[in-house]
Each structure stands twice: as C-alpha cells, then as structure tokens.
Nanobody, 117 residues
Framework: VQLQASGGGLVQPGGSLRLSCAASGSMFSIDSVVVDWYREAPGKQRELVAR?????????FYRDSVKGRFTISRDNAKNTVYLHMNSLKPEDTAVYYC????????WGQGTLVTVSS
C-alpha cells in the first residue's frame, strides 16, 4: 500500500486548500479502512487533525481547533481521501500526513501547508 499526499502550499490567512491522499496497492480499497490526517508543526508533536471511518460507518472526527473549518471526505472511485481546509490560520501551518492501518501502519510522505501573509 502506498499513500501519496498532495495539495499543500502557501496561503494567506482566511484562505483555503484541499489536501489529497491517494492510495494505491494491490487489492487495497480505501473505502474499507480508517484514514487519518495528522499534522506536525515545527517544534511540536504530531497531532491528529481529522479521521474518517470506513464507508460502512462513514463517521468523522475533528480536533477541536479545526471543527467547522476542516472537512474530511473520500472518493472511493478515485481511492482518495481529501481534507478540505477553510478559514486557514497561521497556527494551521504544518506538514500534513495521511495515514491508515491495513495489516500494518502506512504513512504518506507529507505535504507542507504554510499560512502566512
């Protein structure tokens, strides 16, 4: 299984970005697993930002600081999970990673989000 994270960049405060986590691998389907987005800011520990359960449940989780601003979703046809980020703040600046557990833990390579004027 491989996870390819993309979509990061430089954005002004109040702006938006959409991160993508594209999964590939023999017989692997992203609709059956939990997928998390984590972030790691300079000098801080990696923290869970959002989670989406498998399609049977489809439940989501957000850390308090992003509730109402971030939305996690999936496109099963594209085997991709997205993190839609709106009203971005400087404190959202971090490297964002997607991860899933399928027999073992897999991590994407990370995509840098910088929120700055």
């Amino acid at each position: 299984v491989q996870l390819q994270a993309s979509g990061g960049g430089l954005v002004q405060p109040g702006g938006s970005l959409r991160l993508s986590c594209a999964a590939s691998g023999s017989m692997f389907s992203i609709d059956s697993v939990v997928v998390d987005w984590y972030r790691e800011a300079p000098g801080k520990q990696r923290e869970l930002v959002a989670r989406i359960s498998g399609s049977n449940s489809g439940s989501t989780f957000y850390r308090d600081s992003v509730k109402g601003r971030f939305t996690i979703s999936r496109d099963n046809a594209k085997n991709t999970v997205y993190l839609h980020m709106n009203s971005l703040k400087p404190e959202d600046t971090a490297v964002y990673y997607c991860t899933t557990y399928y027999r073992t833990r897999y991590w994407g390579q990370g995509t840098l989000v910088t929120v700055s004027s």
